[in-house]
């Protein structure tokens, strides 16, 4: 059984950074691409940033030079460095996993609460 744990979250400052975590288990299938999305009250789910098995990389535009995707391929794990954080990305961000069977899995969500 697939499981996606993601940690990291929490309340932050405009301008300041937070670093999202996403550990996978229970992979049997060839992982094709890691992402994160985010979902804020009363909008619809985004892609944030998604990395590909072949480390290629890309990034919603609100969020270019701000954050960074990363995967540790050994660990299974997903990262995302979020650094000049805004009010507007406060959201729920999920963790997805797509495997080369073309199966998703996403996990439980940890909130991003930027405000002063």
């Known amino acids: 059984q697939v499981q996606l744990v993601e940690s990291g979250g929490g309340l932050v400052q405009p301008g300041g950074s937070l670093r999202l975590s996403c550990a996978a288990s229970g992979i049997r299938f060839g992982i094709k691409a890691m992402a994160w999305y985010r979902q804020a009250p009363g909008k619809q789910r985004e892609l944030v940033a998604r990395?590909?098995?072949?480390?290629?990389?890309n990034y919603a535009e609100s969020v270019k030079g701000r954050f960074t995707i990363s995967r540790d391929n050994a660990a299974n794990t997903v990262y995302l460095q979020m650094n000049s954080l805004k009010p507007e990305d406060t959201a729920v961000y999920y963790c997805n996993l797509a495997t080369f069977t073309q199966n998703d899995y996403w996990g439980q969500g940890t909130q991003v609460t930027v405000a002063s």
């Open positions: 990395i590909f098995n072949t480390m290629s990389t």
